[in-house]
């Protein structure tokens, strides 16, 4: 079995690509940055498929914020730790998932 941090980054890159699909072109930076940065230091490169879907939403989120904020974003990004990026990215994950479970009474 993979170490814990090598199963990360897949889980890092869905949630990049979950931030582009809400038009949140800043988070989807952050996250797909966090993700690359986790992916140089282990040493896993994502598949072509992968990286044509990213650069896809990262050309958008470009576009979106201007170049100032893009590369901000991906300092920011660039900058986590792990433990950092990981909490990001469940952040919101977490709080969208609660707003949107309604419960009914049995």
């Known amino acids: 079995m993979p170490p814990v941090y090598e199963r990360k980054d897949p889980a890092l890159d ?7 699909a809400r038009k949140q072109p800043g988070r989807a930076v952050r996250l797909f940055a966090a ?3 986790l992916r140089e230091t282990i040493g896993a490169a994502r598949s072509p ?5 990213i650069e896809r939403d990262l050309l958008t989120a470009r576009q979106a914020l201007g170049e100032a904020a893009f590369s901000e974003a991906q300092q920011a990004g ?4 792990l433990e950092q990026a990981l ?3 469940l952040e919101e994950a977490g709080a969208s998932s609660q707003g949107s479970v309604t ?4």
């Open 87 to 89: 909490a990001y990215a």
């Open 103 to 106: 419960s009914t009474p049995r």
């Open 49 to 53: 498929g992968e990286t044509e879907e």
């Open 78 to 81: 660039r900058a986590m730790s």
């Open 14 to 20: 869905a949630l990049g690509q979950v931030a582009a």
């Open 35 to 37: 993700s690359e940065s």
